[in-house]
């Protein structure tokens, strides 16, 4: 078979030959046609041609931009330098490529990919410059919206977590480089999660947003705040800064939180803990700083919460302890270590067994004893007194009903009311299974609820206190006269009987001041149609003052320690 025979042309004549062939007309619609935008100008930057896809993405015309500068699109958004380097580009000859962004006739912006190439004679002189491109705002915007997805918070519009840390990172880089201190702040709401409970997530969201809004606006704009999950925010205060100027700004946070939330009508009061790290002073590296922060923060919610504190070495060790406390608590749970005793409670006209106080013990297997003063407030913290306080209510509803069957007759058994549950919003479903579940009538069961309890959120208190009322328990108020109310603000809540807390008890009879606020408690809470029962009566000189004043009930260890239940049924003296 013969071979075919082929000549070899040279590119740059066979280019020539293809132009040669195509018309002016057919070039002409090429550039008009094409979707590019293009634009032609000469040497000196005046604009010569623009096609119908620069007419339509800017909004100007041909004879609008003719003889124009391309300087009538600038955006502002780059500076000098970056146009600069721009003509130095195309300038030598060489072709610019980059993402502009420019602003239309009507003001928008968009983005355009550009290219620009310098067009050269024979003589390697630069002629013209021709710059195509294409606008991407569509693609900028979808990028610009997956970084803010993967680095802002969805619910609050902050810095996410993983923001955050690259910010911190840069910082502490630049705190370096120049010898600068920085701080770190860890805020995290108080009782947060009694407020979620109460009022829903829906809420809970609402008053997350409300509180970024306001810290937000706080702080300076070359500080940084961050929502780090759940309520917790952290805060950067780039330097240089010193221990005093950390103070202004934790207190001008607090102040911001001052003012109630309103959320569906209701006010609601928010306080928060803040734990401080410095730079250099106490770490130097990112994960440290973000936990020195956080251990101080723990510290704050140790001391009652609404402060803040700074980090110490000392501060690293009980944080730890509060935190093995934590873990072994939910073991102990898991594995039934807590259990109930129970306090005799006697009416002291008659002398006889009115009632037990159901008390929540924990001996730990290798810590022994635990007092509840350690860890009723982390279950609360934590959320496990809600499985604990069910756990109580149940066991000592089955209790009261086991002692009566053998014959031990005991009118009630009180059960403490934590605040998380009282404000839990199943509270009062919860007490009517537990009472069907066991069989026990509704009035033999007394809650006892703190004074600081009902005093956190009173409107929210007081709705609940009405459905526990409606399904025919007692309800008591525990510990009173030291929180902050009074008799007569206690007329808001459905309440039968007030618990006149141990310290004023202690200093009955020789005490003149503890011995007329005892009695005039005993007389106002007669007057509003509530008894009244003294805790930590230990003397019989503190006995017969209690009996004097026309206080109905007592109890303490002259009447009757904690004890187990065998030991309750056995050993009743009085």
């Given at each position: 078979m013969a071979q075919l025979q082929t000549k070899t042309v040279k590119p740059e004549t066979k280019r020539t030959s293809v132009t040669d062939r195509l018309s002016r007309r057919i070039l002409?619609?090429?550039?008009?046609?094409t979707a590019d935008i293009v634009m032609i100008t000469d040497v000196s930057g005046n604009i010569e041609y623009v096609n119908h896809a620069f007419e339509n993405c800017t909004g100007f015309s041909l004879t609008e931009v003719l003889g124009q500068k391309p300087n009538l699109l600038r955006s502002?958004?780059?500076?000098?330098?970056?146009?600069?380097?721009l003509w130095d580009t195309i300038r030598r000859g060489d072709v610019f490529r980059g993402v502009i962004e420019n602003r239309r006739k009507d003001n928008s912006i968009y983005y355009e990919e550009k290219t620009i190439t310098p067009l050269i004679d024979d003589n390697g002189v630069i002629t013209n410059y021709v710059s195509t491109g294409r606008d991407v705002s569509e693609n900028i915007l979808t990028q610009s919206r997956l970084r803010h997805l993967a680095y802002c918070d969805i619910l609050t519009g902050l810095p996410n977590r993983v923001q955050l840390r690259h910010e911190l990172s840069q910082a502490i880089s630049h705190a370096e480089r120049h010898n600068e201190s920085l701080a770190v702040l860890f805020l995290d709401l108080d009782r947060f999660k009694n407020i979620n409970d109460s009022l829903g997530h829906d809420l809970g969201d609402r008053l997350l947003r409300d509180v970024a809004h306001r810290l937000r606006h706080t702080l300076r704009n070359d500080d940084t705040i961050a929502r780090n999950g759940g309520d917790e925010f952290v805060i950067l205060l780039r330097g240089p800064v010193d221990e005093n100027d950390v103070v202004r700004v934790a207190e001008k946070l607090f102040n911001s939180l001052t003012a109630p939330f309103i959320l569906d009508g209701q006010k609601h009061q928010v306080s928060a803990s803040i734990g401080i790290s410095l730079y250099p002073q106490d770490h130097v590296t990112m994960r440290d700083l973000l936990k020195g922060a956080d251990i101080a923060m723990y510290q704050a919610k140790g001391q009652g919460g609404s402060r803040y504190c700074f980090y110490s070495h000392d501060m690293e060790v009980r944080v730890l302890e509060r935190m093995e406390l934590e873990q072994c608590l939910q073991r102990g749970i898991t594995n039934n270590e807590l259990f109930n005793v129970y306090q005799p409670q006697y009416e002291l006209s008659s002398q006889r067994l009115i009632g037990a106080e159901a008390l929540l013990r924990w001996h730990h297997p290798k810590m022994g004893y635990i007092s509840p003063d350690r860890f009723i407030p982390v279950a609360e913290d934590t959320g496990d007194i809600i499985t604990l306080g069910e756990r109580v209510l149940s066991e000592a509803c089955r209790q009261l009903i086991k002692w009566r069957q053998k014959g031990l007759i005991l009118p009630h058994i009180s059960v403490n009311l934590s605040p998380r549950q009282l404000s839990h919003p199943n509270i009062s479903s919860k007490v009517s299974e537990t009472l069907i579940e066991t069989g026990l009538e509704p009035d033999a069961l007394v809650l006892e609820l703190t004074e600081s309890a009902l005093m956190q959120h009173p409107e929210q208190a007081a709705r609940s206190l009405n459905k526990l009322k409606s399904i025919g328990v007692r309800l008591s108020v525990d510990d009173f006269g030291t929180g902050h109310s009074s008799l007569s603000y206690l007329?808001?809540?459905?309440?039968?009987?007030?618990?006149v807390d141990r310290s004023f008890v202690q200093d009955l009879p020789n005490n003149k001041e503890a011995s007329a606020l005892v009695e005039a408690i005993v007389k106002m809470a007669h007057s509003l149609s509530m008894s009244v029962v003294a805790e930590g009566v230990e003397t019989d000189e503190q006995l017969e003052f209690l009996q004097q004043t026309g206080c109905e009930g007592a109890q303490g260890y002259l009447l009757g320690r904690p004890m187990s239940a065998?030991?309750?049924?056995?050993?009743?003296?009085?």
């Open positions: 002409s619609q090429a550039l008009e046609q502002g958004k780059h500076n000098d330098i970056f146009y600069s380097k007329r808001r809540f459905p309440l039968d009987c007030i618990k065998n030991d309750f049924a056995s050993q009743q003296r009085y």
